[in-house]
């Protein structure tokens, strides 16, 4: 992922965690992106996965989680038990290293 932009993506996967494809869902600003959950659950239903990590970075390299990550992560452990469909990580990326929300 580019370090001047936050990305936020998404991996797809199938119920025995085979990749089934990647996705960027959205590009931001050197500081924010925003990733609605309806946007990623809609990813994933569309490219019929049933398991899913979401990668995003920070161009600041700092991958300690912002409010807006950990509530984010909230939307989504609640959006996977609506729909059967597994959150299997959160991760931020930044400087060579990654910070886990899941």
């Known amino acids: 992922m580019s370090q001047t932009k936050e990305k936020f993506a998404?991996?797809?996967l199938d119920v025995k965690n085979r990749l089934l494809g990647t996705?960027?869902?959205t590009i931001g600003t050197a500081r924010e992106t925003l990733a609605p959950p309806g946007?990623?659950?809609r990813e994933?239903?569309?490219q019929g996965a049933t398991r899913l990590i979401v990668p995003h970075n920070h161009p600041s390299g700092n991958v300690e989680p912002s409010q807006e990550d950990i509530d984010l992560t909230r939307q989504l452990l609640a959006g996977d038990q609506l729909l059967s469909i597994?959150?299997?990580e959160h991760l931020i990326l930044g400087d060579a290293n990654y910070?886990?929300?899941r």
Request: glycine share 0%.
């Open 44 to 46: 994933v239903i569309r």
């Open 10 to 12: 998404v991996l797809l």
């Open 86 to 88: 597994l959150l299997l």
């Open 99 to 101: 910070q886990s929300l």
């Open 39 to 41: 946007e990623i659950f």
């Open 23 to 25: 996705k960027v869902i």
